[in-house]
C-alpha cells in the first residue's frame, strides 16, 4: 500500500493518567514493533516461540493479556491504534496502577508471572502488512471490531476483499482467523463476504460451534458491553485453507 490509509477511529480518549503515562514512556519502547523494516515475527521475542499470533484491534488488552499470560510458548503481536488501550494492557502487564507513585521512580517490569511474549505495533495495522512476511501467524484474532453499521459506511468494516488478501498471505495454511461480533449487521456482512473467499473455511459444524466462546477464550471489555447491553455475540473461526 503506498498511500497511507486513513483511519476513522479514536486515537486517543480521556486523559492518560500518571502511571500510564509513564508505562507509555518507559515501557512501551521495550515491546514497540516499528514498520519500517521488514521482520518476521521469531525477530521481535528473545527467544524463538512455537507458535505466533496476531491480535488486531486488542482495545483495552484484557484478552491479549490474559492469553500471553496462558500460553507463554506463542509470540503475540497485538495492534492497537488507540492510545489509552495501549496503556491499559501495559498496566495488566506490569501491573503498574494509578495511585502508587513510588513505583514509577522503580524500574518497571513484566510481572513476574508473565514469560516476554508481547510485542505492540501502536499505529494502524495496515501499515504492518507490508512488513510481515508470508505465513507468519497460527492465529490471527479480530474481536468486536467497530461495525460500521450504515451502508454507506461499510467500505469502513475491517472484513473486506483487501484486507483478507493480506490476512490470508499472513496465516500459514491451516491456521485460523477468530472473529468475534456483536452486531447483527456485522455478523451477515462477516459471512457473506468470508464465503465469497477461496482462502478461508468456516469450521463451525452446529450452531453451538458458534453461539459459544472458543476453549482458549477470555472475555473482552466489548463482549462485556454488549451482554451488559442484551446484545448476543458470536464467535466465528475460518481455517486458511
Ligand atoms: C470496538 S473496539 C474492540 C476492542 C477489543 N477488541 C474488545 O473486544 O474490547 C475496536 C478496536 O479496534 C481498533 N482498530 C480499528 N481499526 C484498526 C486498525 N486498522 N488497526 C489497529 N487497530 C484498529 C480500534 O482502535 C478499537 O480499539
Known amino acids: 500500500m503506498n498511500e497511507k490509509p486513513k483511519f476513522f477511529g479514536r486515537r486517543k480518549g480521556r486523559v492518560i493518567h500518571k502511571a500510564k503515562s509513564f508505562l507509555l514512556d518507559n515501557f512501551l519502547p521495550q515491546i514497540l514493533l516499528s514498520a519500517e523494516k521488514k521482520f ?3 525477530e521481535c521475542f528473545a527467544t524463538p516461540k512455537q507458535r505466533y499470533s496476531l491480535e488486531i484491534g486488542f482495545g483495552d488488552g484484557d484478552h491479549l493479556a490474559t ?5 507463554p510458548d506463542t509470540g503475540f503481536i497485538g495492534v492497537e491504534v488507540y492510545r489509552n488501550g495501549v496503556a491499559h494492557l501495559l ?3 506490569t501491573g503498574l496502577k494509578e495511585g502508587n507513585d513510588s513505583d514509577l521512580a522503580q524500574e ?3 510481572l513476574s508471572d508473565r514469560a516476554d511474549n508481547v510485542r505492540i505495533f501502536d499505529d494502524d495495522v495496515r501499515l504492518l502488512f507490508a512488513a ?3 505465513a507468519s501467524f497460527d ?3 479480530l474481536l468486536f471490531p467497530d461495525p460500521w453499521p450504515k451502508n454507506r459506511h461499510a467500505e469502513r468494516r475491517f472484513i473486506n476483499p483487501d484486507n483478507l488478501r493480506e490476512l490470508s498471505r499472513l496465516l500459514k495454511k491451516g491456521g485460523i482467523l477468530q472473529v468475534a461480533t ?4 456485522y455478523k451477515k456482512w462477516t459471512l457473506d463476504v468470508m ?4 482462502d478461508f473455511r468456516w469450521t463451525a459444524k452446529c450452531s453451538d460451534d458458534w453461539r459459544n466462546p472458543p476453549a482458549d477464550w477470555a472475555e473482552t471489555k466489548y463482549q462485556r458491553k454488549a451482554i451488559r447491553e442484551g446484545r448476543r455475540p458470536v464467535f466465528f473461526e475460518f481455517e486458511r485453507v
Open 40 to 42: 518476521a515475527p521469531a
Open 67 to 71: 492469553l500471553s499470560q496462558r500460553q
Open 91 to 93: 498496566s495488566l502487564m
Open 108 to 110: 518497571v517490569k513484566l
Open 132 to 134: 510481515l512476511p508470508d
Open 139 to 141: 492465529k490471527i484474532y
Open 182 to 185: 456483536d452486531h447483527p449487521i
Open 195 to 198: 464465503h465469497k473467499n477461496p
